[in-house]
C-alpha cells in the first residue's frame, strides 16, 4: 500500500511565523497535491505538483508556495502565517484513479 | 464555479437504516466518479468508484449509482450503523485532461444509534 506520511499532526505557530508542512510518500508517484479542507467548504486545492521542480497554482494558492526538490517530498510553506490559515492542511498523491491522503496537519495560528 | 455538488451538508439517518449520500455534477468530460470517507483529525480514506461506462457498482454495504443523463450519482450505504459517521466527499475525474480530481464540497453523515 502506498504510504503518506505528514510530518505534523497538531500545529501551534504564531502570526507572521514561516511555516514548513512537509509529506513524503514511499511510492514513485509523479503526482502530488496539497488540500485544506474547512467546514462547510469541503477540500480546496492550494497547489499540485506533476514531477520534480515542477508546480502548478490550484484554487487557492494566495499566501502559499510549495518546494518539490525530490520525488517523494512535496513541501507546502506559509511564507508570512495568518489567522485566516488555521485549517486542516491534506497532502496526497496519485499513482491511478484515485488519490491516497496523509493523515492530515491541523495547524493553528495565533 | 463548483463542478462537483453535494447540496446536502448533513445528514442523519437510524442505525440499520439504508443512508442516501448524493452528488451532482455539471462537467460532461467527467468519466471516473470516487467517494471518499473521512473521519475527524484523519485524512480521506477511499471507499468505492465507479467508471461513466457503468451505471452500478457494489462493494459490500456500499452501492454507488450513476445517472449520466442527469449528471448525478448517489452512495446508498445498507445497513446504515454509527461506525459509518464520517464526512463523505465524491470526487470526480477527467482521465482526459486533468491530473487532480474535483471533489464535491462533502456530506457529514451521522448514524443514531
Known amino acids: 500500500d502506498v504510504k503518506v506520511t505528514q510530518s505534523s499532526r497538531y500545529l501551534v505557530k504564531r502570526t507572521g511565523e514561516k511555516v514548513f508542512l512537509e509529506c513524503v510518500q514511499d511510492?514513485?508517484?509523479?503526482?502530488m497535491f496539497w488540500y485544506r479542507q474547512d467546514p462547510g467548504l469541503g477540500l480546496r486545492l492550494i497547489y499540485f505538483?506533476?514531477?520534480?521542480?515542477?508546480?502548478e497554482k490550484g484554487d487557492i494558492p494566495e499566501g502559499y508556495s510549495v518546494s518539490r526538490e525530490k520525488k517523494e517530498r512535496f513541501s507546502l510553506i506559509l511564507e508570512s502565517a495568518s489567522t485566516n490559515q488555521t485549517s486542516m492542511y491534506l497532502c496526497a498523491t496519485r499513482g491511478g484513479y484515485g488519490y491516497t491522503f496523509g493523515s492530515g496537519t491541523r495547524l493553528t495560528v495565533v | 464555479d463548483q463542478q462537483v455538488k453535494q447540496n446536502s451538508p448533513s445528514l442523519s439517518v437510524q442505525e440499520g437504516r439504508i443512508s442516501i449520500l448524493n452528488c451532482d455534477y455539471t462537467n460532461s468530460m467527467f468519466d471516473y466518479f470516487l467517494w471518499y470517507k473521512k473521519y475527524p483529525a484523519e485524512g480521506p480514506t477511499f471507499l468505492i468508484s465507479?467508471?461513466?461506462?457503468?451505471d452500478k457498482n457494489e462493494d459490500g454495504r456500499f452501492t454507488v449509482f450513476l445517472n449520466k443523463s442527469a449528471k448525478h450519482l448517489s452512495l446508498h450505504i445498507v445497513p446504515s450503523q454509527p461506525g459509518d459517521s464520517a464526512v463523505y466527499f465524491c470526487?470526480?475525474?477527467?482521465?482526459?485532461?486533468?491530473?487532480?480530481?474535483?471533489f464535491g464540497s462533502g456530506t457529514q453523515l451521522t448514524v443514531l444509534p
Open positions: 470526487a470526480a475525474d477527467d482521465s482526459g485532461s486533468a491530473r487532480q480530481l474535483t
Open positions: 465507479i467508471s461513466s461506462i457503468k
Open positions: 511510492m514513485d508517484h509523479e503526482n
Open positions: 505538483s506533476y514531477d520534480v521542480k515542477m508546480k
